[in-house]
């Protein structure tokens, strides 16, 4: 039977074990950097792959320079922890894994980074689809801003700024679309509240640089890989203007928890016949696959768990 666990503390515990006081200094002030990871089963060869798994605990640990965290684990180590872990839970069925490393002292009027101390925790829970829409999802221009990378980093996943997300997918959600784009203080195109941005115009493919205060999305670049090297088509980074999302041919979004996900219209507007467009099904048809091992050519980006 498959069980609850986490990795906290230097070992694996029941997760109900897994708890910090009120007084941890993340609760209070959100000094914590996180990466979402999926774990995606394999009916027919009875394995779990973990899709780009080195890349997420790279960037968790770029994070973790960013906000003065010391932890006792390079990407290899937290690669065999999360094996581990996952090896000791036995689920069998697409999983979400959540590692997050954090302020753990005890203090809560202390805003000097470099006198706190750090720990590193891990959970994986049961995850199917992160947009509960069936086709192409409906989406909205946020009135909140994408905060700019002078304010707090975006580019890696510092838990206090997803505040900035999460107010933005709940105006969405309140006002009945599926997710929420949002643009940088200059009113440019940044992402959505949680994937990155893509745009399809006359057969060319485009997306907002990171400059434009984005997440540097592992998914993000997996798309552009797909994009370039199996459909021969190549994706131009640059500044794109609220306006030509309403005139794109197609517009998706990709994620580690929202995957490639296809925009049917924006602000009640279609984006293109508001259907799938084929670039996006395309890549959309590719990246299922191969996030599950089926593809030999992207096998490398798969971290397989055999399970008992």
């Not at 996180?34 to 780009?52: H, M, P, Q």
């Not at 809560?108 to 980074?113: D, E, F, G, H, M």
């Not at 794109?240 to 925009?263: N, W």
């Amino acid at each position: 039977m498959p069980q609850s666990l986490a990795f906290f503390r230097g070992n694996i515990v029941p997760i109900e074990d897994a708890r910090v006081s009120v007084m941890t200094h993340a609760l209070h002030y959100g000094t914590a950097v996180f990466e979402g990871i999926r774990g995606n089963w394999n009916e027919e060869d009875g394995k779990l792959y973990v899709f780009r798994m080195a890349e997420h605990y790279d960037r968790l640990l770029q994070g973790c320079r960013m906000m003065l965290m010391d932890i006792p684990y390079d990407t290899e180590e937290l690669c065999s922890i999360t094996v581990e872990l996952l090896q000791s839970c036995g689920y069998k069925q697409d999983l979400y894994i959540r590692p997050l490393a954090y302020k753990s002292q005890e203090l809560v009027a202390n805003l000097k980074l470099q006198e706190l101390d750090s720990d590193f925790t891990l959970i994986a829970v049961p995850f199917g689809a992160y947009i509960e829409a069936e086709g192409a999802i409906h989406c909205t221009t946020s009135s909140w801003r994408r905060i700019d990378d002078t304010i707090i980093p975006p580019r890696v996943k510092i838990s206090g700024h997803y505040v900035n997300s999460i107010l933005a997918k709940t105006e969405a959600t309140l006002a009945g679309f599926d997710e929420a784009i949002m643009l940088t203080p200059d009113g440019d195109v940044s992402e959505g509240s949680g994937e990155n941005l893509f745009l399809v115009s006359n057969g060319r493919i485009y997306t907002p640089p990171v400059s434009d205060n984005n997440l540097t999305g592992i998914t993000r670049d997996s798309a552009i890989t797909l994009a370039r090297e199996e459909l021969g088509i190549d994706v131009v980074e640059r500044v794109i203007r609220r306006s030509e999302l309403y005139l794109a041919d197609e517009v998706f979004l990709t994620g580690t928890a929202a995957h490639i996900t296809p925009v049917g219209s924006l602000d009640r507007r279609p984006i293109g016949d508001g259907e799938v467009g084929p670039i996006t099904q395309s890549i959309l048809d590719t990246y299922v696959g191969l996030i599950k091992g089926a593809n030999p050519k992207y096998k490398d980006w798969c971290t397989e768990i055999p399970m008992e």
